[in-house]
Nanobody, 125 residues
Framework: QVQLVESGGGLVQAGGSLRLSCAAS????????MVWYRQAPGKQRELVAA???????NYADSVKGRFTISRGNANNTVYLQMSSLNPEDTAVYYC???????????????????WGQGTQVTVSS
């Protein structure tokens, strides 16, 4: 089993910064894409930023130039550095990852998508 645990959320004033972290643990052979999503009250969950195992990144237009996604050296951790925050960034932020595990009996690789529990980010005006 694999777990994704987010941390770093909180309350910040407009114009401030926060850094979110997401650590994956468990039966991990490799992690492919890692993605940050967010969901504001009454709105659909939306992609914020994504990063591949090779380091290619993709951002929502609304956060380009303000947010930076990166991965840790072991590649099992993903970060989201958020700057110039505004009240529209208020949401629950979720970590998502495509995790490859090895099936012990067959040694075959198996990829599954996992979600973290989410961390609240609140930006006050």
């Amino acid at each position: 089993q694999v777990q994704l645990v987010e941390s770093g959320g909180g309350l910040v004033q407009a114009g401030g910064s926060l850094r979110l972290s997401c650590a994956a643990s468990g039966s991990i052979f490799r992690i492919n894409a890692m993605v940050w999503y967010r969901q504001a009250p009454g709105k659909q969950r939306e992609l914020v930023a994504a990063i591949t195992s090779g380091g290619s990144t993709n951002y929502a237009d609304s956060v380009k130039g303000r947010f930076t996604i990166s991965r840790g050296n072991a590649n099992n951790t993903v970060y989201l550095q958020m700057s110039s925050l505004n009240p529209e960034d208020t949401a629950v932020y979720y970590c998502n990852a495509d995790v490859v595990t090895i099936i012990p009996s067959t040694r075959a690789q198996y990829e599954r998508n996992y979600w973290g529990q989410g961390t609240q980010v609140t930006v006050s005006s």
